[in-house]
C-alpha cells in the first residue's frame, strides 16, 4: 500500500486577516451575526420562529418548568453558535463574549446525566428511550456538533469544561457502540460525529475515539442492516420506502467501500466523506481514500452546481442523478455547500491537489456567502441559481425556494453552520508539508509557520477575488530554504510571478501549484499577478436544463442579472459569445463589489397578441439593450425580484 503523506493545517491562531473581502464577513459574523443568532436561540426575534433551545437546556437542567420546543436535533444549534464563538476568540478576544459562552457552557454541564448521557430531547421527553431510533433522532449528530465546539473552545480559551463534559459523552457512547457482544451495532442517521471523533483523537490520542470513528464508517450498510433492524423493533414502516433513495438517503444502502456516488441527503452526504477522509488519512487506509476519491469525481463532475452548491432534489434535500441540475427547483441548502468545503479541505490534507482548493474557493466565495444577508440578519436555507417570485408563491413545487432570505427558520441549521464557517476560514487558507507553505486561498494578512526548528513570517497583499495581483512580503525567514507553493485557479488562463521585482518561469506543477524555493530573508517580495478577465461558462450539454445557455465569472465569482438593475422578465435576456464586458469596483454598490456590464438582447413580445399562447411562423425579434451583472452571492439584498445565473446565448 502507498502511503497516504498527507499535510499539516495552520492553526487559526497563527493566522491574521487583513482583508478588505474577508475582514467585512467576519467582522458582521462577530458583531452582528453571533448577536443575533444569541436572541434566536433564545426566542427573542420578533415575528421569526421560535428556536427553544436555550429553553430545553433549562427545563432539562431543571431551572424552568416546561415541554421540549422545536426539532430533535435543536440542540445542535447552541453548539454551532458555540464553535463560531469559539473561531471569533481566536482571532479577536472578547472578554464579555467569553463570559456568556461560559455562561452557556455551565448551563449544558448542568443538564449531563451521571452516566454522560448529554441530550435534551430525551432527558425532557423520557430517557427510558434513547438510542432507541438512532436513525431518525439525531442523538450522535447533536453529540457531534457539541463534541466540535468543545474542541473549538478549548483551543480557543485553554478552557476544558465543555471538553471533559464531552468527553465523558464520548465515553458514555463507546460503551454503547461498537462490535462487542452487547452494544448496538449501529451507527449515526445523520452523520457528524465521525469528523468529530477525529478531532477529539487529534487531541487526546487515545485509541478509543479513532476506533470508534472507523467503526461508525466500517459498520455502516452493512446487512443485516441496522436501520432495518430498528424499524422492526419499533414497528414502523420505514418512511422512504417508496423514494428512489431508500436506505441511501442515510448512504446506508450499501457498505461506503462499494459506494462510487454522492446519493442521498446531500449534508449527511458531505459530513460522512469528511469523516472518512480523516479516518483514511490517519489510518493510512488507501482503499478507503479511494472510495472518497471516486465519490469526490462524481459530485463535483456531474452533482455539483456552478456555485458549488449541492443537493439538487427537494425530496430528501438530496443528489438525484449526474447532471440533474435545475436551476429554479434547486435545493442548494447552505448546510450542504459548508459541509462540501469541509470535504474539499479534508481531501486538500490529505493529497496537495488544486482542484480541492478550487471547489473550495468557489463554495466560499458563491454558493456558501449567498446564505447570509449583508448585514447579517437574514439567511437562505435553500440557493436557486433562477428565482421568479410569482413563481415560488404559486408553483408548489417550488415554494421551498424564497426569493428573500428569512429571519430565522424552525429547522435553523444552516445560519449558526455559515457563521462557524466564516468565523474559521483563516484556518482554510495555509498548509504545510514539510518544508513547503502552500497557500490555497488568496486572502490578505499574515501567516506565522516553522521551518524546522525556526519560525517564518509571511504578509500577504491582496485585493482578491476583484483582482488577481497577490503580493507576499517575507517578513522574517527561516535562515534555510523552503518552498512558497502558490495555487494556479483552474479559471486562470495566463499568469506571471516575480521575485524582487523581476519576473521569473515557474511552471505549474501536475497538482496545479508553482513552487517557488530559496532562503527566504526579511525583504523579499514573490509577486503572483493572475490574469482575470470575464468569462463565459458552458455547462456540459448532459445538463439538460442549461443547453444554449452561459453563465458569466470573472476570477472565483460567480455572477447573476437581478432585476433590480434589470427590470423584469429575465428569461428573456439573451447574450452573444462576443460581448463585450466592462467592470468597474462600486464601493458604495452591496458593501463594495465589482460589477459587470456589457450589451444584451431581450425577446421582443410587441408582436405577440397576450391571448395567443402559440404562433406558427413566428419571427424571433430581439431589442438590443445594456446589461448589468451583480455577483451571485450579493443578490436578494434589495428587495424582492427576480434572479437569473445561466443566460441564454443567441
Not at 59 to 85: N, P
Not at 91 to 111: C, F, G, Q, T
Not at 268 to 291: H, I, K
Not at 472 to 497: H, M, Q, S
Amino acid at each position: 500500500m502507498d502511503m497516504i503523506i498527507g499535510n499539516s493545517q495552520i492553526p487559526i491562531k497563527k493566522v491574521t486577516v487583513n482583508d478588505n473581502f474577508w475582514n467585512k464577513l467576519m467582522e458582521i459574523t462577530r458583531k452582528k451575526v453571533i448577536p443575533y443568532q444569541w436572541k434566536a436561540l433564545n426566542d427573542q426575534i420578533p415575528d421569526a420562529p421560535p428556536s427553544y433551545c436555550i429553553r430545553n437546556f433549562k427545563i432539562a437542567a431543571g431551572l424552568e418548568k416546561g415541554e421540549y420546543g422545536g426539532k430533535v436535533f435543536q440542540d445542535s444549534d447552541v453548539a454551532k453558535w458555540i464553535e463560531a464563538v469559539s473561531y471569533t476568540l481566536m482571532w479577536r478576544p472578547d472578554s464579555e463574549l467569553e463570559s456568556l459562552a461560559d455562561n452557556v457552557i455551565d448551563l449544558i454541564a448542568k443538564v449531563q446525566l451521571p452516566d454522560g448521557y448529554l441530550n435534551t430531547y430525551y432527558i425532557i421527553n423520557g430517557i427510558e428511550d434513547r438510542w432507541t431510533n438512532v436513525m431518525r433522532n439525531h442523538e450522535l449528530y447533536c453529540a457531534g456538533h457539541m463534541l466540535e465546539a468543545a474542541i473549538a473552545y478549548y483551543n480557543a480559551t485553554g478552557k476544558d469544561k465543555l471538553l471533559n463534559v464531552m468527553i465523558r459523552y464520548v465515553d458514555h457512547i463507546c460503551d454503547v457502540f461498537g462490535p462487542e457482544e452487547g452494544k448496538l451495532h449501529a451507527y449515526p442517521g445523520h452523520p457528524e460525529i465521525e469528523l468529530a471523533l477525529m478531532k477529539l483523537y487529534s487531541i487526546t490520542g487515545n485509541k478509543k475515539h479513532l476506533n470508534l470513528a472507523k467503526y461508525f464508517i466500517d459498520e455502516r450498510g452493512k446487512y443485516p442492516l441496522y436501520f432495518e433492524q430498528e424499524l422492526k423493533k419499533r414497528n414502523e414502516k420505514f418512511h422512504l420506502a417508496d423514494t428512489p433513495f431508500k436506505f441511501q438517503y442515510y448512504q446506508a444502502g450499501k457498505p461506503l467501500r462499494e459506494q462510487n456516488a454522492a446519493e442521498g441527503h446531500a449534508v449527511r452526504a458531505v459530513y460522512l466523506y469528511s469523516g472518512m477522509v480523516d479516518v483514511a488519512r490517519e489510518t493510512q487506509d488507501e482503499e478507503l481514500f479511494n472510495v472518497c476519491k471516486r465519490i469526490w469525481s462524481n459530485l463535483v463532475n456531474r452533482r455539483m452546481y456552478i456555485t458549488g452548491s449541492i443537493g439538487s432534489s427537494r425530496c430528501g434535500e438530496a443528489f438525484s442523478f449526474d447532471y440533474d441540475l435545475p436551476n429554479d427547483m434547486i435545493y442548494g441548502e447552505t448546510c450542504a455547500a459548508v459541509g462540501l468545503i469541509f470535504f474539499a479541505y479534508r481531501m486538500l490534507l490529505t493529497e496537495i491537489k488544486s482542484e480541492y482548493a478550487d471547489v473550495m474557493e468557489r463554495v466560499l466565495y458563491n454558493g456558501s456567502i449567498s446564505g447570509m444577508s449583508l448585514d447579517g440578519t437574514r439567511f437562505f436555507y435553500v440557493n436557486p441559481l433562477e428565482v421568479h417570485p410569482f413563481a415560488c408563491e404559486n408553483n408548489y413545487q417550488l415554494m421551498h425556494v424564497k426569493p428573500e432570505r428569512q429571519k430565522w427558520f424552525g429547522t435553523a441549521c444552516c445560519p449558526p453552520n455559515l457563521a462557524r464557517l466564516i468565523a474559521s476560514l483563516p484556518g482554510y487558507i495555509y498548509t504545510k508539508r514539510d518544508n513547503s507553505i502552500f497557500m490555497h486561498l488568496y486572502v490578505g494578512g499574515k501567516v506565522e509557520f516553522d521551518i524546522s526548528s525556526s519560525k517564518a513570517v509571511l504578509d500577504v497583499h491582496t485585493n482578491y477575488p476583484w483582482d488577481g495581483k497577490v503580493r507576499i512580503e517575507v517578513e522574517k525567514g527561516a535562515g534555510e530554504p523552503f518552498d512558497i507553493a502558490l495555487r494556479i485557479p483552474w479559471w486562470c488562463r495566463n499568469y506571471t510571478v516575480k521575485l524582487n521585482s523581476k519576473t521569473i518561469n515557474v511552471g505549474v506543477e501536475n497538482n496545479g501549484y508553482v513552487y517557488i524555493n530559496k532562503n527566504w530573508i526579511e525583504g523579499d517580495v514573490l509577486e503572483l499577478n493572475l490574469d482575470m478577465p470575464v468569462e463565459l461558462v458552458y455547462a456540459n450539454p448532459n445538463v439538460r436544463e442549461n443547453i444554449g445557455k452561459v453563465a458569466v465569472m470573472r476570477g472565483p465569482v460567480v455572477y447573476c442579472l437581478e432585476e433590480a438593475d434589470n427590470g423584469k422578465d429575465l428569461h428573456r435576456i439573451a447574450i452573444s459569445d462576443q460581448s463585450d464586458f466592462k467592470y468597474r469596483y462600486e464601493p458604495d454598490l452591496l458593501g463594495g463589489v465589482v460589477t459587470l456590464t456589457c450589451d444584451g438582447f431581450e425577446i421582443s413580445v410587441e408582436s405577440w397578441n397576450e391571448e395567443c399562447l402559440y404562433m406558427m411562423n413566428a419571427k424571433k425579434e430581439y431589442k438590443e439593450r445594456t446589461l448589468k451583472w451583480i455577483p451571485y452571492y450579493t443578490w436578494a439584498n434589495r428587495g424582492v425580484g427576480e434572479m437569473r445565473v445561466w443566460i441564454h446565448e443567441r
